[in-house]
């Protein structure tokens, strides 16, 4: 796979970034996890700017881009933390317009592009494990109780995952309706979760166990794209800082034993960057296994933890304070790394397939 962007790419890269450091100042983003909120007014701004429809067919009113052109978003808002719920209605757009009828297809990205609709997934519960799914569907009502929901206590409808008659499928259900309940967690992220309970809520059908399947496997990978974006710009303003912090006379990345943390750095970032990516375009082109998106998540999960610890140590003192931005991003990757599967977790399912027969001459 080439990694070069083309110019489309480039100048959406190049926007978003400019945007984002315009109008999202870190100060923002430490407000909202001081309110414990999500940026409202960054979800409209995305709204206007059209982005929310980038990876939609233009058949249905979207930009016709492909899942790498969505990453590269997702990695820009990886890069400025912020508080908005991008990948989940990413995620859950695409579930519906993949799986559901061509009106509910319609309806969703309809709605996602006014703002009128903020979708999350729902998929967890208590057993921690994704295809232990005790929710479940009687007569069009929904019973139960889902788990870390991400933005669950903001989002306006929840896509969840349940069983009606022993059959997994997802759901999408409206989160204003009075039998839904959340409550806020805490997580090490400081981004919004909730635990929500669902008693008799009204239900609409979006597909059976092949849109859950692959609305986890997206997820997982955006997942890992966003600790791609949050060790990415760990690196960034390491290296900066590395340029103008002196010690003994002369800049700290001036010495060896600093180069080899960067160099360290900078090549799990790019090795990581490519399994990521692939992942994208195989999910692009429909060629993807679950065990290559495990892997491309596997190693996003294992990278993103050394990389920001990395980071601190070249920071020293200063890398401590919570003034300093580089806590923004230690705490957002260390969150998603968790997310949609530890490298643990990823690793695991990937191994599953170790003893498959392989087809080496094609």
């Not at 929310?52 to 492909?66: K, M, N, Q, V, Y």
């Not at 409808?157 to 967690?185: C, F, I, K, T, W």
């Not at 993807?288 to 933890?305: G, Y």
Request: glycine share 8%; proline share 4%.
């Amino acid at each position: 796979m080439n990694l070069d962007l083309d110019p489309t790419q480039t100048l959406l890269r190049e926007t978003t970034r400019e945007y984002l450091a315009s109008t999202v100042p870190f100060d923002r983003v430490r407000a909202c996890e001081r309110e414990e909120r999500w940026d409202s007014e960054l979800w409209r701004g995305l709204i206007e700017q059209g982005w929310l429809g980038l990876p939609f067919p233009e058949s249905i009113g979207g930009g016709g881009g492909r899942l790498t052109d969505a990453g590269l978003l997702l990695e820009e808002f990886a890069r400025r933390a912020a508080v908005v719920p991008l990948a989940e209605a990413l995620v859950c757009g695409l579930a519906c317009t993949r799986s559901g009828s061509p009106s509910q297809a319609s309806a969703a990205l309809e709605g996602l592009l006014s703002g009128d609709v903020v979708p999350v997934p729902a998929v967890l519960e208590e057993s921690d494990t994704w295809g232990v799914v005790e929710a479940r569907v009687e007569g069009e009502q929904l019973i139960g109780e889902k788990l870390f929901v991400d933005y669950g206590q903001f989002a306006s409808h929840h896509l969840v995952a349940a069983r009606e008659n022993d059959e997994l499928g997802l759901y999408r259900v409206d989160a204003r309706d009075d039998a839904v309940g959340s409550a806020p967690l805490r997580t090490i992220g400081r981004t919004p979760s909730a635990r929500v309970v669902y008693r008799d809520a009204a239900v609409e059908p979006v597909g059976g166990p092949e849109a859950l399947r692959d609305l986890i496997l997206t997820a997982r990978a955006f997942a890992a794209v966003q600790c791609l974006g949050s060790a990415q710009e760990a690196l960034d303003q390491t290296v900066a800082y590395a340029k103008v912090r002196e010690q003994f006379g002369r800049p700290i990345g001036t010495f060896q034993a600093v180069q080899h943390h960067a160099a360290n750095m900078a090549s799990r970032v790019a090795s990581t960057r490519y399994l990521v990516y692939e992942a994208l375009h195989a999910l692009d082109h429909g060629a993807a296994t679950p065990q290559q998106v495990a892997f491309a998540k596997a190693s996003a999960s294992r990278m993103v933890p050394e990389v920001t610890m990395l980071a601190h140590q070249i920071h020293g003192g200063n890398g401590m304070i919570e003034e300093n931005d580089l806590y923004f991003f230690t705490l957002r990757g260390k969150d998603r790394s968790l997310a949609w599967g530890s490298a643990e977790e990823c690793l695991e399912e990937a191994s599953a397939a170790v003893d498959a027969p392989r087809e080496w001459i094609c």
